[in-house]
């Protein structure tokens, strides 16, 4: 068990419609990370928070949007939702913002756009 | 693009054997970290390699790192059916906050 708990693990919803994916980091990690994970992508780097703050910026549509809470929490918001945008969505979480902390992963939210 | 890429793409070998995955990114690098993702799960981190380290072990996992080819290789030695799933490497970028994967290496081991 990593400590990084995602909800919900399964997400079906029809295009354009908007979803929600929370995540919970390990406890005393500061650093949110999200990646989308799709067959023919791979792993690809979201966006990264440092103690509520934004640090980095990858590949995230303009209808994605993330945010880190006061209490750590991160939640990333897709909206105008596509076909293309199912995938598995990970979060993980790291002790520092630097990139000399191993990530670990929550077991992520498997999202269907029907 | 991807920073990292792994080769081969897929490995198939029988247990007790030997598995290496290699490792090759585009730019300069702070450090590289080794993944592994049974499916559908969340990846687990086996082991990360500063850019100033050769080599480094963890148990049955042997890292190499070489700077001057912008390469990393992973030996997995007599490995098990238990050891079946993919394998990434990930590199961050110098001076950056980014973790960037590679597409992965998946191994399967047969019984």
């Known amino acids: 068990d990593s400590g990084v708990t995602q909800t919900p693990k399964h997400l079906i919803t029809a295009t354009g419609q908007r979803v929600t994916l929370r995540c919970s980091p390990r406890s005393g990690d500061l650093s949110v990370y999200w990646y989308q994970q799709s067959l023919d992508q791979g792993l690809q780097f979201l966006i990264q928070y440092y103690n509520g703050e934004e640090r980095a910026k990858g590949n995230i549509l303009e209808r994605f949007s993330a945010q880190q809470f006061p209490d750590l929490h991160s939640e990333l918001n897709l909206s105008s939702l596509e076909l293309g945008d199912s995938a598995l969505y990970f979060c993980?979480?790291?002790?520092?913002?630097?990139?000399?902390?191993?990530?670990?992963f929550g077991n992520g939210t498997r999202l269907t756009v029907t | 693009s991807q920073q990292g890429e792994e080769d081969p793409q897929a490995l198939s070998i029988q247990e007790g054997e030997n598995a290496t995955m290699n490792c090759s990114y585009k730019t300069s690098i702070n450090n590289l970290q080794w993944y592994r993702q049974n499916s559908g799960r969340g990846l687990v981190h086996l082991i990360l390699i500063r850019s100033n380290e050769r080599e480094k072990h963890s148990g049955r996992l042997r890292v190499t790192l070489d700077t001057s080819k912008k390469s990393s290789s992973l030996l997995i030695t007599a490995s098990r059916a238990a050891d079946t799933a993919s394998y990434f490497c990930?590199?961050?970028?110098?001076?950056?906050?980014?973790?960037?994967f590679g597409a992965g290496t998946r191994l399967f081991v047969k019984a």
């Open positions: 993980a979480s790291s002790a520092s913002t630097g990139s000399n902390s191993p990530l670990h």
């Open positions: 990930a590199t961050d970028v110098t001076g950056g906050f980014k973790t960037i």
